[in-house]
């Protein structure tokens, strides 16, 4: 089509520190950035691949120019779904999650719209992001915590996994006694680890514990549930769209990132049915430029939780725009996703 392009590039973000949790510590971060241009607008998306799901860099390279060609009217959402789908049945959600994002910001910007906006959400101001603590020797989670909570974060979310969790929370709970305090376990403890760390995180009044079991220990994590004072949010155990409803009966809530579903359009239909099945929901992230974060941004008005400081871990984040206040972001009013290029 005479005036298309669509081009991407890969860039190595690295992050402050390294980023520890249960699976791995990693610095190094390769995002692929997908430029879409017709009729004199852009659209851009990124790529936030994650090897848990099934994606490297080199899946993202290899895949984007197989999956290019469903992206011909960006108006068509449903017809650019269904042909990613027809291409490549499975896997490579944030390879597709890209794309939906260069459509979407196309399209937001050829109307003059944030993309908040053409999606139809609301004004309404977003959810305070919790900050991470990533796993590290325990002084520095200490060290972590205090310097987080003395920039004026009111939520933090502590990554554990480790054989000394227990004296995490505590140490972490007396670092920075009048936050907000989440737990993420990744997936990493057994069932019995798990029923004795409910009393130490009620006892922590912790307001919520991500993926405490393996991804799909859906009965231990039910179990979990029948008697836990702590919400217990889904995060591995949700890979697909068509999870949701399935995961109502084993948790709480369940965690959204667009790089993980396959886009923001895809993080939508997930949310409606999240609330057709009774779940709470946190909009969630990868370690992503601001760009992806605004995305997920878009749709976290809508959410009772957000988890949304992926660019805010960052060295080097390639795009500016949004506006951090501690962890509360507002709303990007810019057209489309509302950031642009350093």
């Known amino acids: 089509m005479a005036g298309v392009s669509l081009s991407w590039k890969t860039h190595e973000l690295h ?50 120019p197989l999956l290019a060609e469903a992206l011909t009217d960006p108006w068509d959402w449903d017809g650019l779904h269904a042909r990613l789908k027809a291409l490549m049945p499975q896997g490579h959600p944030s390879a597709r999650c890209a794309l939906e994002m260069a459509a979407v910001d196309w399209c937001a910007q050829s109307v003059g719209l944030p993309a908040w906006q053409l999606l139809g959400l609301s004004p309404s101001p977003l959810p305070e992001s919790s900050y991470t603590v990533s796993i590290a020797a325990l002084d520095d989670m200490r060290r972590q915590a205090r310097e987080a909570a003395a920039r004026g974060h009111g ?19 007396e670092e920075a006694p009048a936050v907000a305090l989440r737990v993420d376990a990744n997936a990493a403890w057994t069932r019995a680890q798990a ?4 009393d130490v995180l009620a006892a922590a009044r912790a307001e919520l514990v991500e993926q405490p079991l393996a991804a799909g220990d859906l009965d231990g994590h039910a179990a979990l549930r029948a008697v836990s004072s702590v919400p217990i949010v889904a995060d591995e155990s ?43 929901v946190m909009m969630g992230c990868m370690i992503e430029s601001s760009l992806g974060i605004a995305a997920a941004a878009a749709l976290a008005g809508a959410c009772d939780w957000a988890d949304l400081d992926g660019a805010l871990l960052l060295a080097d984040d390639p795009f500016v725009g949004l506006d951090w206040q501690a962890g509360q ?13 350093r």
Do not use: C
């Open 155 to 173: 939520v933090l979310k502590v990554k554990l996994g480790t054989d000394h969790d227990e004296a995490i929370v505590e140490a972490l709970r």
């Open 195 to 198: 029923r004795r760390m409910l």
């Open 238 to 280: 949700l890979h697909h769209v068509g999870d949701v409803l399935a995961l109502a009966r084993a948790f709480d809530g369940v965690n959204l990132k667009l790089a993980k579903l396959g886009g923001p359009l895809q993080a939508l239909r997930a949310l409606r049915l999240a609330r057709e099945g009774g779940l709470s």
């Open 15 to 64: 992050t402050a520190q390294p980023f520890g949790i249960a699976r791995w510590t990693h610095s190094v971060y390769p995002r692929t950035f997908v430029t879409f241009t017709q009729g004199g607008v852009t659209g851009q998306g990124e790529a936030a691949p994650n090897a848990f799901y099934g994606e490297t860099r080199g899946t993202v390279e290899a895949t984007l």
């Open 329 to 341: 972001l507002a709303r990007p009013q810019g057209q489309g996703w509302g950031v642009e290029r």
